[in-house]
């Protein structure tokens, strides 16, 4: 299984607290469902881990989509890339992200 060693989260817009949202999507993303008493569905199930790139990119995306909806409103993801990282075993993540409509 691989795993995300590195997370670039970046505003495709103007008048968002990058920083804020930075901190919260690495939290969400580096945290595993299920294993935080009081919020078990925060965090991610990782089942894209074990994907070809493209496929886990696109895993990835859909369900930061979903958990960024319930505990980042304001946001919504607006493209996801993975590459591999200098270890066979891991991946960089860059998160492009924008101001959800109507918010």
């Known amino acids: ?3 995300i060693d590195t997370i670039t989260v970046t505003s495709a817009m103007e008048g968002l607290d990058i920083q804020r949202i930075d901190a919260e999507l690495k939290a969400l993303i580096l945290s595993t469902e299920g294993t935080i008493p009081g919020s078990r569905n925060f965090g991610l199930a990782g089942d894209f881990l ?16 979903e958990k960024v909806a319930e505990y980042i409103p ?18 960089a993540a860059t998160i492009y992200v924008e101001r959800r409509d109507g918010i």
């Open 50 to 65: 074990t994907r070809p790139p493209l496929e886990a990119a696109n895993i990835l995306a859909i369900e930061l989509e």
């Open 74 to 91: 304001e946001i919504t993801i607006a493209s996801v890339e993975l590459h591999p990282s200098t270890s066979l075993d891991s991946m």
């Open 1 to 3: 299984m691989r795993e």
